[in-house]
């Protein structure tokens, strides 16, 4: 008697605490699924307008690849730290890089540039195969991870941005590049932190023009 | 002090005795160890083994093992994180249960406790041996955690829910603090109420026990929930602190924990140890980890290490029984 007198008395106390500090409450399932769809992060409209809207429209912040590339053969800690950027605990360096170059060779790997005239030796790769990594999301230096609700989106994110470089740049770089054609061309590139010959640096291209020779 | 009962007291402390001598040592060794930030990590890291322990010292004193701690911790972080994202869908009323912060708390240890009542029910009722029921229960809570998180993380879960792992209140980490309240809630249960007493008679001879009319099913299945509500807390705790629920978090804890209570003193037969034992076992494993990390040490080093200091441990508690 007595312990029932006591879990009806706890069992009071319990809904006297829980009418003040409810556990759950009660929605209308298919207003919150409407709900939840409209504020859903979608990587491939996110993608599509960050590539129009920001990222062509900011070429111009591109370092140019021929300084660049002097620069990391003359003194490279101090190359990557005035051009280069690194994120997190990542001891790898970014870059966002632009220029023209004329083609020396055209393999499975890529399209190999050479970006001063009369020297055949291969300045720069752009490589012409499936991309893989986080390379065009970070190089830019456009996007902040922080600003994303969750790391899941972040990474969505990056590998619709590679799938947009796969299916509208790749392909013509793949048909049209002939050794001795011009190419400006703006991409990201990273360098490892014990990378000291980076020649010919490969550039995941984000925009290119081509010129036929 | 005659030879004999220094002996007994170099037994008796030999836990405290082996965490002073590792703290003079490493602080010796490295001037970032005895630093405040430092110790404020080591008890931080501690803590979500300490909530483990607690449990694994009631169910390892009264002469069990439980190896599902690691997956309850899983399932009831995962639960707690998927019900304060997502909610619980009642697709035939139309109706979407949406969880407050309060509520995917107590859904995380009502889980657990579930969880540890049917390791109980298992260990009392059907008598399967703890080792053997326990270890079913590894199996199925960890699927029952892939079957609910899909096998992906559960994130963004809030800030206020985040605060439980990595707030602080007057400087020091919420982790820690639950842990302590929890350290001194089953101390003075182990040590001041009549259940206490009961648990170390069940362990040490579970037969005279039931001869002496102790309801030893009761106080098992009680012990077992016990630990399932602890590693339910361990679970928030974890879940909280890295703003995820991951399927597969708290893989290997079990032997963490069960570690930190054998180093503490606790006989794996039962009816011998200490809530405060437990808690200077899972420092010392704490302050190895810290230590050999501070020093560099390879990981698969450190791995070797804990394992040899497991057996020292178990080889003194033998040596100190034979003493005392």
């Excluded at chain 2, 169910?59 to 439980?66: Q, Y």
């Excluded at chain 2, 053997?132 to 199925?140: D, E, H, Q, R």
Aim: with cysteine; aromatic share 6%.
């Amino acid at each position: 008697m007595k312990r029932a007198v006591l879990a009806v008395i706890a069992l009071g106390l319990l809904a006297g605490i829980f009418r003040f500090v409810p556990l759950f409450h009660f929605v209308p399932l298919k207003q919150e699924q409407g709900r939840q769809a409209a504020a859903e992060f979608n990587p491939t409209n996110f993608a599509a307008a960050f590539w129009n809207d920001r990222l062509l429209k900011s070429l111009d912040r591109a370092a140019d690849a021929g300084t660049v590339l002097a620069a990391l053969s003359a003194d490279s800690p101090k190359a990557r730290t005035q051009f280069g950027r690194t994120l997190g605990l990542s001891s790898a360096t970014l870059f966002f890089l632009r220029g023209t170059g004329r083609v020396v060779s055209v393999t499975k790997k890529g399209v190999s540039l050479a970006l001063k005239n009369g020297d055949d030796t291969a300045d720069i790769l752009l490589p012409t195969g499936l991309l893989f990594g986080n390379t065009v999301r970070d190089g830019t230096g456009l996007l902040d991870a922080s600003t994303f609700p969750n790391s899941q989106n972040f990474n969505d994110l990056s590998a619709e941005l590679n799938r947009i470089v796969e299916t509208t740049l790749l392909p013509q770089l793949r048909e049209k590049a002939k050794v001795g054609a011009k190419i400006s061309f703006a991409g990201c590139a990273e360098i490892a932190e014990d990378d000291a010959d980076v020649k010919p640096l490969p550039v995941i291209p984000v925009a290119v023009k081509l010129e036929s020779p | 002090m005659n030879r004999k009962s220094f002996t007994e007291q170099l037994a008796r402390f030999q836990s405290f005795l082996a965490l002073a001598l590792m703290v003079v040592a490493l602080s010796l060794a490295s001037h970032n160890f005895l630093t405040v930030d430092n110790t404020m990590n080591v008890l931080r890291q501690i803590s979500i083994n300490l909530c483990l322990s607690l449990g694994m010292t009631l169910v390892i004193l009264s002469g069990g093992i439980d190896l599902s701690v690691g997956s309850v911790l899983a399932l009831s972080g995962a639960v707690a994180a998927g019900l304060l994202k997502n909610g619980l869908a009642l697709p035939r009323f139309n109706l979407l249960v949406q969880f407050t912060m309060p509520g995917a708390i107590v859904a995380g240890i009502a889980v657990g406790i579930v969880l540890g009542w049917a390791n109980g029910v298992a260990v009392t009722r059907f008598k399967l041996p703890p080792f053997v029921a326990t270890l079913g229960m590894l199996s199925i809570a960890r699927g029952l955690t892939m079957l609910w998180t899909g096998g992906f993380p559960v994130t963004g879960l809030g800030d206020d829910f985040g605060r439980l792992g990595t707030g602080h209140a007057l400087g020091i980490p919420m982790p820690v603090w639950i842990s302590a309240v929890l350290v001194v809630v089953f101390i003075v249960v182990t040590k001041r109420t009549r259940f206490g007493r009961h648990l170390y008679a069940v362990g040490g001879n579970e037969r005279a026990a039931t001869l002496s009319g102790l309801a030893v099913p009761r106080i098992k299945l009680m012990v077992y929930t016990l630990g399932g509500g602890l590693a339910a807390v361990a679970g928030l705790l974890v879940t909280a602190r890295l703003d995820s629920a991951t399927p597969n978090a708290g893989l290997g804890y079990e032997l963490d924990s069960i570690a930190a209570v054998v180093i503490g003193g606790t006989s794996l037969s039962g009816g011998r140890g200490s809530m405060l034992g437990t808690v200077l076992g899972c420092l010392i494993i704490g302050v190895l980890n810290n230590g050999l990390f501070l020093l560099d040490v390879s990981p698969f080093w450190q791995q070797v290490v804990k394992g040899f200091v497991i057996l020292a441990a178990v080889a003194a508690d033998k040596i100190g029984s034979r003493l005392e």
